[in-house]
């Protein structure tokens, strides 16, 4: 297991287009995370699975934009008719259940950088 | 709501200096304060979390509640320390979900 990943790593779209990016997290974790990351900002939370259920969309992520974890394994994160403020890292982490001591670490991935011309 | 702010963009220091990066997060309960790295061209990846009270790399970090700070040091920098470091929150209250609340980061420049 050589860690999150996440495919495609680069991709460049006119505005106006559908994107969709893919996340394979760490085997058996059962959290995974996406977050959005703009230049001279820290990571942004968008959203959260636990297993195959979504359990919270921050107010960042408008009806455009939609993710899901069919089976508890990969997400998906797409984003319709994009808009150039879309541009941005996207990035997904997983992580366990909790650990023994409590405290959850997250896993990233490399990132999908998005640029909307 | 909760916080993290990081007030500087850049520390450079020589080789040997000290470091010190600041963290004041803002949050009602009693949350756990997480210290992420990101070096050049490498993904973000964790360096050291409060409860552990370790040691990581030669860095440490006294989570501060009085003051609400949570500042990353090093008493001798070294070149490879070079990075993006970013300082993150996550709820603890039962039922939240452990989603990462992060800075803005720190650009760390250790200069031979």
């Known amino acids: 297991d050589t860690g999150v990943s996440q495919n495609p790593r680069h991709k460049i779209t006119k505005r106006g287009q559908n994107v969709t990016f893919r996340c394979d997290p760490i085997?058996?974790?059962?959290?995974l995370y996406w977050y959005r990351q703009t230049l001279g900002q820290g990571p942004e939370f968008l959203t959260y699975?636990?297993?195959?259920?979504?359990?919270?969309k921050s107010r960042l992520l408008s009806d455009r934009f939609s993710a899901e974890r069919p089976k508890g394994s990969f997400s998906t994160l797409e984003i319709q008719r994009t808009e150039q403020g879309d541009s941005a890292m996207y990035l997904c982490?997983?992580?366990?259940?909790?650990?023994?001591?409590?405290?959850?670490?997250?896993?990233f991935g490399p990132g999908t950088r998005l640029t909307v011309t | 709501a909760q916080r993290v702010t990081q007030p500087e963009k850049l520390l450079s220091v020589f080789k040997g200096a000290p470091v010190e990066l600041k963290c004041n997060y803002s949050?009602?309960?009693?949350?756990?304060l997480f210290w992420y790295v990101q070096y050049s061209r490498q993904r973000l990846q964790l360096l050291l979390r409060?409860?552990s009270r370790e040691s990581i790399k030669g860095f440490t970090a006294d989570l501060n509640k009085g003051e609400t700070s949570f500042h990353l040091k090093k008493p001798f920098a070294q070149e490879e320390d070079s990075a993006m470091y970013y300082c993150?929150?996550?709820?603890?209250?039962?039922?939240?979900?452990?989603?990462?609340?992060f800075g803005k980061g720190i650009t760390l420049s250790v200069r031979p």
């Open positions: 085997s058996e974790h059962n959290r």
């Open positions: 409060h409860i």
């Open positions: 982490a997983s992580s366990p259940t909790k650990l023994a001591g409590g405290s959850y670490e997250q896993y």
């Open positions: 949050y009602s309960g009693s949350p756990e």
């Open positions: 699975f636990q297993n195959e259920a979504q359990l919270e």
């Open positions: 993150a929150l996550r709820s603890t209250t039962p039922g939240a979900n452990s989603k990462l609340t």
